[in-house]
């Protein structure tokens, strides 16, 4: 089974920057948009971004715009989620999860959360104020 694996988080203060990165175990989600998403104690779990299977349309919620880029290397199976200007609010869990379909993104669709069937177990980011 292919396993996705998010690293980088840690605890920082804000204004700081941190770079989380999601290896996949095998080559499987090259074809498929990857996304992020975080979940805060006590919240849903939110869109935060994603990224087509070809890195050309990234899409971003809108309390991240500006501050967090993603970005994939599809040759280490790898997807990356930059973060800067870090706020206390940005503290969660991040995940890291693969849409379902290949070949496809959009605007609206690939922030839904019931488009991705494969997840990472987390990474904590703390953002200390």
């Known amino acids: 089974q292919v396993q996705l694996v998010e690293s980088g988080g840690g605890l920082v203060q804000a204004g700081a920057s941190l770079r989380l990165s999601c290896a996949a175990s095998e080559p499987t989600f090259r074809t498929n948009t990857m996304g992020w998403f975080r979940q805060a104690p006590g919240k849903e779990r939110e869109f935060v971004a994603a990224i087509s299977w070809n890195g050309g349309s990234t899409y971003y919620a809108d309390s991240v715009k500006g501050r967090f880029t993603i970005s994939r290397d599809n040759a280490k199976n790898t997807v990356y989620l930059q973060m800067n200007s870090l706020k206390p609010e940005d503290t969660a869990v991040y995940s890291c999860?693969?849409?379902?379909?290949?070949?496809?993104?959009?605007?609206?669709?690939?922030?839904?959360?019931?488009?991705?069937?494969?997840w990472g177990q987390g990474t904590q980011v703390t953002v200390s104020s």
């Open positions: 999860a693969a849409d379902r379909r290949r070949y496809y993104s959009s605007s609206t669709s690939s922030a839904d959360i019931a488009y991705y069937d494969y």
